[in-house]
């Protein structure tokens, strides 16, 4: 086992803060809807519960990402709601990645809020490869008060010029209410500092980066396309060069992939979900409109030394879905208890009483994929078609007690009792330093849990992301394999994915973007 240490003086030295960062219940809830003067204490967090995490345990207070990360289950399901927490926090109206130091911890979550969260002061991928706009200075740049969502895949974002052109692998996920999910990705200040030091917007810089032959630092061979994992004692970053490089925070590269729903025009569920207002591209018509929308899913994806293939954390809202049963039938997962949290209005992506005869579009098969109406088909679901989602994986008993015990620290009335840890994916082995030159696929560090189809282990799934991969590979099956840089022969396709064309059998594999898919999907040229 690593043990890590406070990072040493002089190194990017820490914040005088302490700054760190789904399934619906039995129906387990306590207070009825309209009544939330019942619904726990007005101001106050709830009835002590039992820490589950010792020196890990989540906080509620603003302070920046925790250096350390734990090195088994519970210690790394206590860091992802530490992170979640952190992240969650209102961003420093002056310093985008920085938390409000003067926010109140009361305010946490308050229903309504809309001000930027840490998270939400990130850069959208798409913006940092957008080639039309100076990447220097970027980081600095004025965030957009409304966002624009234009993803219904969180591969990348569609070209919407003609919906029958949408790519096979593109499948959408639609609400019980007609409305489809749409994503943002974002990355924080290192992994874009990483981008523009190095020039990796373009498939030129790309292959300059992860083709330089590096050099020894401290004794390891270090360089290439190897993205920031922060400082530690014995441990600095480097550029594609090999040359110890200071990026962002320190607090190593990360990426953010969230789900959005559209929320109802009058507000009734507003009181229960993290908002925002948001400009979204209707997918069938192309028109327009402004609307409130809830988050669903969020992933939080993080480089930090020692664990170098990242480690992969996954939160969800617990009105999203019930869980699968045996012989195609379905169940309301058990939540731990929340005297804070309201009755449940019902699933945002299950229909308890679907019939088949009324739903031509999926006959209520559970978490069947959709297929495009492209021109002359007939085996096809529009996009407004509700869908039968179910969670396929229960979520652990670990990540219930973390969740239980990060519960009990929140306001009564905060949006956040009504969000989950699903479950945390993290490598194990040995220290695994990337190389110059690496090529896919990149090594997994054997993950916990190892969640590969059709072995030992529980896939980790995200049922607003992951919604018809449920069976398939955890997100580390994917990233390590399939996760690389533009290369030669991959042209990009309308629907912003790219594609290998005319490669010789015998041709070497892609090299690797240090897990990391925006390069695929992102770059523009």
């Excluded at 820490?14 to 009544?35: D, I, K, M, T, W």
């Excluded at 373009?202 to 360089?223: D, H, I, M, W, Y």
């Excluded at 308890?352 to 098969?365: E, H, L």
Aim: with cysteine; hydrophobic share 35%; glycine share 8%.
């Amino acid at each position: 086992m690593i043990t890590l240490s406070s990072r040493r003086p002089g190194r990017r030295g820490s914040l005088a803060l302490a700054l760190s960062v789904s399934v619906l219940a039995g129906c387990q809830e306590s207070a009825a809807p309209g009544n939330e003067a019942a619904a726990g204490n007005a101001a106050g967090a709830q009835t002590a519960v039992a820490n589950p995490c010792g020196t890990y345990a989540p906080v509620l207070q603003a302070e920046r990402l925790p250096e350390q990360t734990g090195q088994n289950e519970i210690e790394q399901n206590c860091t992802a709601w530490r992170t979640f927490i952190a992240l969650n926090w209102k961003a420093d109206p002056a310093k985008p990645g920085y938390p409000d130091p003067n926010a109140d911890p009361a305010s946490f979550g308050t229903p309504g809020d809309m001000s930027a969260k840490v998270w939400e002061s990130y850069l959208e991928a798409s913006g940092v490869f957008d080639t039309s706009a100076p990447l220097k200075g970027l980081w600095q740049a004025k965030r957009p008060a409304v966002r624009t969502l234009a993803r219904t895949s969180k591969f990348g974002s569609l070209d919407l010029t003609s919906i029958t052109q949408a790519g096979s692998g593109n499948h959408w996920l639609t609400n019980q209410r007609g409305d489809v999910t749409y994503y943002e990705i974002l990355m924080n200040q290192d992994e874009y500092e990483f981008i523009s030091h190095n020039a990796l917007t373009t498939a030129a810089g790309q292959l300059a980066c992860a083709t330089q032959p590096g050099q020894k630092v401290n004794g390891t061979l270090r360089g290439g396309f190897n993205m920031p994992s922060g400082p530690q004692d014995g441990w600095d970053d480097t550029d594609c060069k090999g040359n110890i490089t200071n990026y962002g925070q320190g607090v190593g590269a990360i990426e953010i992939k969230a789900a959005w729903t559209p929320l109802p025009a009058d507000g009734s569920l507003n009181y229960r979900y993290k908002t925002a207002i948001a400009e979204i591209r209707d997918p069938t018509t192309r028109s327009t409109r402004t609307v409130t929308v809830g988050l669903v899913g969020l992933h939080i994806i993080r480089k930090r030394f020692p664990h170098l293939p990242w480690i992969w954390a996954t939160f969800e809202h617990i009105d999203n879905t019930p869980d699968e049963a045996a012989n195609g039938g379905f169940s309301p997962p058990v939540l731990p208890p929340n005297p804070n949290r309201r009755t449940s209005p019902g699933y945002t992506f299950f229909n308890p009483t679907c019939k088949p005869a009324s739903d031509p579009a999926y006959r209520c098969v559970h978490n069947a994929p959709p297929t495009p109406c492209l021109l002359g088909s007939t085996q096809c679901q529009p996009y407004n078609a509700p869908m039968q989602i179910t969670r396929i994986n229960p979520v652990g008993a670990s990540a219930n007690s973390v969740t239980a015990y990060a519960w009990s620290l929140l306001p009564a009335r905060s949006v956040f009792n009504y969000y989950r840890l699903i479950n945390v994916q993290w490598p194990t082995g040995r220290l695994v330093v990337p190389q110059p030159g690496q090529r896919v696929p990149l090594s997994m560090g054997d993950p916990m849990p190892k969640g590969r189809a059709g072995g030992p282990g529980q896939i980790v799934a995200n049922t607003t992301l992951e919604s018809f991969q449920q069976k398939s590979n955890s997100c580390m099956d994917c990233h390590a394999n399939f996760a690389s840089i533009v290369m030669p022969g991959q042209t990009r396709g309308r629907d912003g994915l790219r594609r290998v064309s005319a490669t010789a059998q015998d041709a070497p594999a892609p090299y690797g973007a240090d897990y990391s898919f925006i390069f695929l999907s992102e770059t523009k040229r």
